[in-house]
């Protein structure tokens, strides 16, 4: 990442000339150095994730034991997995853990016998829509063992005895998870969430990992108002031992977004928080609104990622889910087909703009005081006002200027100034910048 | 009615297997029997129909003297016809209200003369645009005499002197109604209302009567949480009358519905309560959105059926009225084109089967608080939740019940729930029984 | 204006059959006799313009100081022109102050030398896109002085010296405004604002002055509820000295429009105030909601005319503009094209009587209570009601009135009765009369 700002300086609008066109190609990289790895909701595969993720920002990687109590849940088994296949009776192996990871449902407890061909197809799993891919299945809460394959190589399985062995381990050891808290001028925070626990899948949520991964590397570059906690968590049993753990912590936090699935060719789209119209809701739906691309918008649902433990009815936290093409809605979508050629650095990019956006909205959404309510101030005699006049448009500067004086009523931010207005937030920013260097704005406190 | 519940049932969800197939040859089979009689809003022929309901239900038969003031108005003087025709020059009858009581207009005054065409003309009525059928002309209160025939025999009217004879009496006497109260659990009831008033015309509103009739007659099968009062009352005078009568008693009134036009082929259709968003509203609009069919909601306005006294603005009762094509929308309407070809044994039973689905949703829309408010409880160890997880679609079941716990926060209803969630209000009902059964909710008392 | 009423009647509903057919003419007529003059913020074209409206209504004309501190602005200086022209070499005027007053720039200090080509262009102001046309250009807060001309004459000039000459003063003396308070009952008021700066300009904004001038001249031969204030002043600056000079009685304002391009064949169009749903706005919308034509409706934002200083956050007044093509929408827009020949006695009878009609339903937008509010009283004994019913279409009158009845409970004014009715205020209005004639209503007391 060869563009950082220094530590005094507030982050940059993006409209500004920073050329982060290698961040694309980097969060890609590191999606490349992850892939190989088999992770799971516990386990080593786990723990070297979030080391190599360490090599990039100050990683705090924590270790909650099995059976720990977090709210209605228990902190399962660790489960780590070193070979596994499938031999057929030639000896040959027609399924092999080497060769993907997706092959072992995940959480298999160990085995090894010899079966026929019927008692092994009811521990076979395919996508027969999709004959090439291998899907992507776990038990994670159940006790049992499976292995997924292509439907093609299924299809092929002749009658016979199949030995199938999986050398795992299913014991009392550690949860893991990784955290980086970046402190603001505030102790208000800013959460950003993404899921760990996924084996060898890019989109779903390797984009999501690496992209949060040098956003927080960006970030801390910059001085910024919010503090910005990230966590890098096992889904769905991660932020409930997060939450469980941190229950006192949760007041602190005023904005978050889960970050999933954001580096395919689809559209950008957002998730609302339970809330559904929190201020992160409205900053994440202007920031797509204003991208010049499309873009859909969600309403919250209570299934999905870990915004449905933040958006529970006893946090009910202002946490959205901004991804591209939401989970479940591309055909690869748990299989192997989300693999290296699905996420691709421009996508990759234009996702971590989007953040950066987000953020930049967030870090300057102030409220202002026109100090001279009464009639509009003179602008002109500012040199804030072109001098010949008469035009029919009224230049989209000016526009701005008179928008922010109109609304800085102490009822309206900036962002809900450019949402009436339906100017673009950077472009409200600097009118209000410039009316406050002429002291025509006074900063309202809340 | 041959499937009926015990007293100590509570009212089942249609969704499941129950065969109510003949109730709408049954509520036919009423009409048919109703069809013939005069009625009026008071008079014999109104006497003869609420004693035929009595022998479906204990109907509770109410007289009301003429002369007694209700509110701003005064019970009328009963009216009561034998015979009418009209001869011409050759004795012949060429209009004969024994072929037709809507020859007569309802409540015309007796009388007995010979006169000329251009006299006679004066006292006829008819549908120029539909020449073949029989308008429907009332005088309730001002005394006079008329004849309604087709405009086909009108029109071969030939000059000459006729006979028109009408043995009808208009002196003191009563106002009829019927009422028959369901006791309920509470005494927060639901009112049922439809008007008896209309002679020989089927859709309006012989079909509301006979289906209101079996709705009793199901509902008193079954153990129930609401009181229901069934009224069958002459419009607007019978429901002013009521309405001065218990005046005490309408604060029990929760929601109320009346039934008219129910068994035409058209779409369903709503006319809001004047309140506009009351339970009742919401629950006949989720009722018509789930039912599989096209359908239309109507705002409230100030005229129609006995709604518009119910929805006084000294009364302002959440009631409002289910219909099919509604009054005034189809040709036949108060013709004697609105026969027993208009109506149809499976458009009563879709119109009765949405009365049941609203009482449903009513009987059952209660509130609950989730008791592991704080991330989702773990559904999977209950048993509640599939094993093996990774595929595209949560099964809706499972997305019912994350619906449930998600809303279950003591300000969402199951109907709200359901709206919310675009599910239908069975699969939500069903999700919240199965949590509550698991001890994962409780029931929030208002 | 030919029709006017007398001192002690009402203003009446535009739909009886008054014949106001010569307003459009004689608003055009006046448009025609002010076209001539050279206005500007302050000066003698100003005063004349001023004069001329004295004809018409009691105006009082004001005189405020160059150097009044108003608000954040000050009186500027006052400017007056007597000529103006560029010669060529050879002594020919090519462009004259005589032939069109657009020629100068508005507010152009004296000057008279001579000049090459290159230096001369820098003061000259042409539109390319219409080459045919002088554009308006003004420079009223920077000392400077130019000419507009067409772009097909600037296009011919050679080079050479060319001499300019503008026998111009721009000196310490006052800006000038006409005001007309109409005194009503009561001492709330309703402001009429339009702005009387432009030179030859038709549409924007003589089709302004003209209308209020004959707007004023006819509301003031009726008994009104309301005070009536027109103002005509320079745009920005006159309407901020205004609000400077009278800020104590601003409060009395509870209702405003500033009218401006309403001469022009297209549609009506409405911005509204910056309340955005106050009554000025609700009334405008229903006026042209009914009017038969096409129409559109604005959203608020802070530029366009002195509607901006009115609803300046400090004031933030109901005050919307009328207009028919918004300013800015119409290529003639601030050119030589906006001239009588843009402006049009059927545009501006329209304009007039939306005006009216906004002003009627101001006027009699009352609230009632109904006097039987528990289920309707019996308007057939009160002659209000048909006597044979049965029809399936209830006459709109009757319509009218039941909505009254039914909405009449306190909180509904007949401007939302007729709302949520859809009928027509004055339909709406004519039930409640008739309601109220018979007992069946009270006024409400705010």
């Known amino acids: 990442m060869k563009v950082l700002g220094s530590k005094k300086e507030n982050i940059p609008d993006l409209k500004l000339p920073i050329k982060l066109d290698d961040v694309g190609k980097e969060i890609y990289q590191l999606i490349n150095k992850l892939y190989p790895i088999c992770r799971s909701i516990t386990g080593d595969g786990l723990r070297e994730t979030l ?3 360490k090599s990039y920002i100050p990683l705090e990687i924590q270790e909650v034991a099995t059976g720990t109590k977090v709210f209605d849940w228990t902190v399962p088994k660790e489960w780590d997995i070193r070979d596994a296949y499938i031999k057929n009776e030639k000896g040959e192996k027609i399924v ?8 072992v449902v995940n959480y298999s407890i160990p085995v090894k016998k010899k079966i026929s061909l019927t ?3 009811e521990h076979l799993f395919t996508i027969p829509d999709y004959p090439d891919w291998i899907p992507y299945r776990t038990s994670y809460y159940k006790e049992s ?3 997924c394959l292509s439907h093609k190589k299924y299809s092929e399985l002749n009658d016979g005895e199949y030995e199938v062995f999986i050398d795992s381990t299913l014991e009392n050891g550690h949860l893991t998870f ?3 808290y970046l402190k603001g001028q505030q102790s208000d925070e800013v959460l ?7 084996p060898s899948l890019c989109n779903d949520n390797l984009s999501g990992v690496a992209l949060v991964t040098f956003l927080a590397k960006y970030l801390s570059s910059f001085s910024l108002k919010y503090s910005y906690r990230f966590l890098f968590i096992p889904a769905t049993i991660g932020s409930i031992t997060w939450l469980a753990l941190n229950e006192s912590r949760v007041a602190n936090i005023k904005h978050g977004l889960v970050a999933a699935c954001l580096g395919d060719p689809g559209k950008s789209s957002y998730k609302k928080s339970r809330q559904g119209n929190a201020e992160i809701d409205r900053v994440v739906m202007h920031v797509l609104k204003h991208s010049g691309y499309d873009y859909e918008i969600i309403e919250f649902y209570p299934y999905g990622y870990d915004e449905r433990q933040y958006c529970s009815p006893g946090f009910n936290l202002p946490v959205g889910c901004l991804m591209r093409t939401p989970n479940g809605r591309f055909p690869e979508y748990h299989t192997s087909g989300d693999n290296l050629t699905l996420v691709q650095p421009p996508y990759l990019l234009d996702s971590f703009n989007k953040f950066v956006s987000v953020v930049y909205i967030l870090e300057n959404n102030k409220k202002y005081l026109n100090r001279n309510p009464k009639c ?3 602008l002109g005699k500012r040199g804030l006002y072109r001098n010949i006049s008469g035009h029919a448009d009224t230049g989209i500067q000016e526009c701005a200027m008179l928008w922010v004086l109109n609304l800085s009523d102490g009822y309206h931010t900036l962002l809900d100034i450019a949402d009436i207005s339906g100017l673009e937030f950077g472009l409200i920013k600097s ?3 410039a009316l406050f260097e002429h002291n025509l704005l006074k900063e309202c406190s809340e």
């Open 119 to 121: 008692e092994l197809k």
């Open 51 to 53: 080391r190599i993720i």
């Open 431 to 433: 009118a209000a910048d």
């Open 376 to 378: 509009e101030p003179q």
């Open 145 to 147: 063992w499976g292995f």
């Open 178 to 180: 990784g955290e980086y």
């Open 192 to 198: 950003i969430s993404c899921h760990t626990c996924h």
């Open 96 to 103: 092999d853990f080497a060769e993907s990871n997706l092959h």
